[in-house]
């Protein structure tokens, strides 16, 4: 079984979400992204819903097809990162504060669909 460091659990928890950011700050759909990358739609949605993860050489089409980097992918990983532990800290404050646990639910739920 494979070994993974910090720096990989990272990239699998954010890379998703950070595609699909920079997808659509392209003002791109799937299929459209897709096509320009050359991969099929549905190897798209698998990267978009982290069953599958690109090799380099792929990596660098799909960024492409995005108008973006691997440093734009690194930034886009760093601003959900920064998002997340912000989401986190008001959520433990709003559990100190005496937040109803219905409401703290629903909170979450929108903070991290």
């Given amino acids: 079984m494979p070994r993974f460091t910090a720096a990989d659990e990272r990239v699998r928890r954010l890379f998703p979400v950070a595609l699909r950011d920079l997808r659509e700050a392209a003002g791109l759909d799937?299929?459209?992204a897709a096509r320009r990358a050359g991969i099929r739609r549905a190897m798209w949605w698998n990267y978009e819903n982290g069953r599958h993860y690109p090799h380099l050489p792929v990596l660098v089409r799909v960024?492409?097809?995005v108008?973006?980097?691997l440093s734009g992918l690194e930034e886009a990983m760093d601003r959900l990162d920064e998002e997340r532990g912000l989401a986190v800290r008001l959520v433990a404050g709003l559990l100190?504060?005496?937040l109803p646990p219905d409401l703290l639910r629903r909170l979450i739920v929108r903070l991290h669909p």
Wanted: charged share 15%; net charge negative.
């Fill in 30 to 32: 799937q299929t459209q």
């Fill in 63 to 65: 960024l492409d097809a």
């Fill in 67 to 69: 108008e973006s980097s």
């Fill in 96 to 98: 100190v504060a005496g």
